[in-house]
Every structure is written in structure tokens, then in C-alpha cells.
């Protein structure tokens, strides 16, 4: 299975944070266009919220099942290293 159909056995929800037109959150908002439907259809059971407010710092919270959180700075990443920090999430190693 695919690291992103495996997101949901360790995750609650995932909440992505960013500014709506800052050049820092471009890699959020780019990864966030191409993989939410996807993300959304593997994991039908895991909250996938998208924040965007005016001037916000990019990052992604993660709220594990076992109710620990976890924020991690997107600041300035592409799409690709965006995906990388999820991924991280899946593999445990986030």
C-alpha cells in the first residue's frame, strides 16, 4: 500500500496551515491542490483540513491517534518536500 492509504492508521487528522499568497507557503498551497481529492479518497476516516489566513506561518499539524500533536514548519518547501514531511507522518519517522 502506498505511504498515502497508510496515513490513517496513525493519524486523527491532519490540518495544513498558509497564506493564501505568500511565496513561503507556495510549496503548501501547490501540494495541497494536486493531492487533497487523493488524500481525502485513501482516508476516508482521517480529518483533512486546509487553513488559509493572511500572513499565516505554513505548516502542517498533525494530530496522532493517540492524541499527541505535532507541528512542523513548511516555510519556503516545494510541493515535493511538502510530500516528503507527510510521508515522514506514514513511515513514523515524523
Do not use: H
Amino acid at each position: 500500500m502506498s505511504w498515502r492509504g497508510r496515513l490513517s492508521q496513525g493519524l486523527q487528522e491532519l490540518r495544513f496551515v498558509a497564506c493564501g499568497e505568500g511565496a513561503g507557503s507556495k510549496g503548501v498551497r501547490d501540494f495541497v491542490r494536486k493531492n487533497y481529492s487523493e488524500l481525502r479518497l485513501l482516508n476516508p476516516g482521517m480529518g483533512l483540513r486546509v487553513r488559509e489566513a493572511a500572513g499565516a506561518s505554513p505548516q502542517v499539524v498533525a494530530t496522532f491517534k493517540s492524541g499527541d500533536e505535532r507541528a512542523v514548519s513548511l516555510a519556503n518547501l516545494s510541493d515535493a518536500e511538502v510530500g516528503g514531511v507527510i510521508k515522514g507522518f506514514a513511515d513514523g519517522k515524523e
